[in-house]
């Protein structure tokens, strides 16, 4: 698996930051995001380095899948049945970590547009 030394989450799936893991998988992590912005907000990302959600389909498309099948285990874990699954690609989008990330973002109502 390949890892970026200096990246955020890399070092929390490699377990040298610690984290509020929720959910684990061979190539997924999910955990409390430390800035929540509803009721359950858990980020689910990969274990290995990908830069953002569009150079994980490229290269690991079976990764991209996983990710999505564990971001619906968390909700479920969760007990919501409405979520939302969000990826920020990119500084304008709001991608602040560059390593890919799911947002999942449940337990009140979401509204449209987001931004």
């Known amino acids: 698996m390949s890892a970026d030394a200096d990246c955020l989450f890399c070092k929390i799936a490699g377990g ?3 984290a509020d893991v929720v959910r ?5 992590l999910a955990f409390r995001d430390i800035s929540p912005q509803a009721p359950t907000h858990v980020l689910v990302i990969p274990r290995e380095h990908h830069r953002d959600v569009a150079s994980l389909a490229a290269a690991a498309p079976g990764t991209l899948a996983e990710l999505v099948r564990e971001a619906a285990a968390v909700a479920a874990g969760e007990g919501i049945e409405a979520y939302r699954l969000v990826f ?3 500084s304008e989008a709001g991608q ?3 390593h890919v990330h799911g947002h999942v973002l449940g337990g009140r ?6 931004g």
């Open 96 to 98: 602040s970590v560059f």
């Open 16 to 18: 040298q930051i610690p």
């Open 24 to 28: 684990e998988s061979e190539h997924t």
């Open 88 to 90: 920020n690609t990119g």
């Open 109 to 114: 109502a979401m509204t449209w547009p987001p």
